[in-house]
Each structure stands twice: as structure tokens, then as C-alpha cells.
Nanobody, 128 residues
Framework: QVQLVESGGGLVQAGGSLRLSCAAS????????MGWFRQAPGKEREFVAA????????????DYADSVKGRFTIARDNAKNTVYLQMNNLKFEDTAVYYC?????????????????WGQGTQVTVSS
């Protein structure tokens, strides 16, 4: 079972950028579909982005929530066992705790229940 640790959250003004990192322990990181989710106070956890394994036919295909398309980019570095979420042009409504997740299922899953492992989360606060 992979273990995940997020970092890179913080306070940023609207229009600014942040890059989140998720470091994974354990072997076979390259075989996992990796996802980012977020949860704002009083709201359910929602899908942000996902990236497929690069060792299969999928070749690292990505998917994004409509609300972040064109602003956020997910990328993985298998040599470093790390997945990133580059967030640009941040908006107040992007404020949330951001979670990294992993699953061995090769599918761009958007449902939290599809993922097997989770990090502890990192807070992102965007001031308006």
C-alpha cells in the first residue's frame, strides 16, 4: 500500500499561483493512477485532477474538473515518486484542503471511493 504526503499549500492572493506536491512511499508508484481532490468547509470532497500510470497504454493521460481546466496542471515524476498540482490564476473559491490519492485501477476516476490511499491534506487559502 502506498503512503502519501502532501506539501506546498499556503495563503495566496487571488490571481496567484501555488504548486502542490505529493510524495509517495513504497514501490510501483508508476503503476498507480494518481488524483487530487479538495474539500472546502461544509462541502463534500470533490475531484480536481487525475493522471494515469505512464507504464501502460494510457501514457499518463490526464483529466480535470471543469472548474479548474486551463488553470491547474497535474504532472507526475516517477523517478521522484511524486505527483504535482500546479495551480495558476487561483480564485477565492479554490480555497480548500487539497488531498492526494492513489489507486491501482487504471482509470481516470473522479469519485473518492475509487481511490485506495490518501494523504493527510494540505490547506490552500486564496484571499480575494
Amino acid at each position: 500500500q502506498v503512503q502519501l504526503v502532501e506539501s506546498g499549500g499556503g495563503l495566496v492572493q487571488a490571481g496567484g499561483s501555488l504548486r502542490l506536491s505529493c510524495a509517495a512511499s513504497g514501490r510501483a508508484f508508476s503503476m498507480y493512477t494518481m488524483g487530487w481532490f479538495r474539500q472546502a468547509p461544509g462541502k463534500e470532497r470533490e475531484f480536481v485532477a487525475a493522471v494515469l500510470p505512464t507504464v501502460t497504454w494510457s501514457a499518463g493521460k490526464t483529466d480535470y474538473a471543469d472548474s479548474v481546466k486551463g488553470r491547474f496542471t497535474i504532472a507526475r515524476d516517477n523517478a521522484k515518486n511524486t505527483v504535482y498540482l500546479q495551480m495558476n490564476n487561483l480564485k477565492f473559491e479554490d480555497t480548500a484542503v487539497y488531498y492526494c490519492a492513489a489507486t491501482r485501477t487504471v482509470r481516470l476516476a473522479q469519485t473518492p471511493g475509487d481511490y485506495d490511499a490518501w494523504g493527510q491534506g494540505t490547506q490552500v487559502t486564496v484571499s480575494s
